[in-house]
């Protein structure tokens, strides 16, 4: 059984730091892509960084050069850095994954942390 659990989120002030992690359990982790999405009220859920099983990573255009996304293959666990925080990065923060079957593809979330950036 899949699982995916953040913790690290919380309140921080407007150019500070926080580091989310996201722990995976029940697929061989790494193997497989990941990534951070994050939803603020009233939007739409957005891809903010993902990473490849080879360590190929990319960014939203707006965290760029702010976040940076890792892994530990050996201790099953992706990370987000965020530095300089921004009041409009204020959402709840995913970890996501999927498996491809031969015929279809499931989608794998966890259920979410959230971070305020706010003084």
């Known amino acids: 059984q899949v699982q995916l659990v953040e913790s690290g989120g919380g309140l921080v002030q407007p150019g500070g730091s926080l580091r989310l992690s996201c722990a995976a359990a029940?697929?061989?982790?790494?193997?497989?892509?990941m990534s951070w999405y994050r939803q603020a009220p009233e939007k739409q859920r957005e891809l903010v960084a993902a990473?490849?099983?080879?360590?190929?990573?990319n960014y939203a255009d707006s965290v760029k050069g702010r976040f940076t996304i890792s892994r530990d293959n050996a201790k099953n666990l992706v990370y987000l850095q965020m530095n300089s925080l921004k009041p409009e990065d204020t959402a709840v923060y995913y970890c996501?994954?999927?498996?491809?079957?031969?015929?279809?593809?499931?989608?794998?979330w966890g259920q979410g942390t959230q971070v305020t950036v706010s003084s």
């Open positions: 029940g697929f061989p982790f790494s193997i497989y892509y």
């Open positions: 990473i490849t099983s080879g360590g190929s990573t």
């Open positions: 996501y994954t999927y498996r491809q079957f031969i015929d279809s593809r499931r989608d794998y």
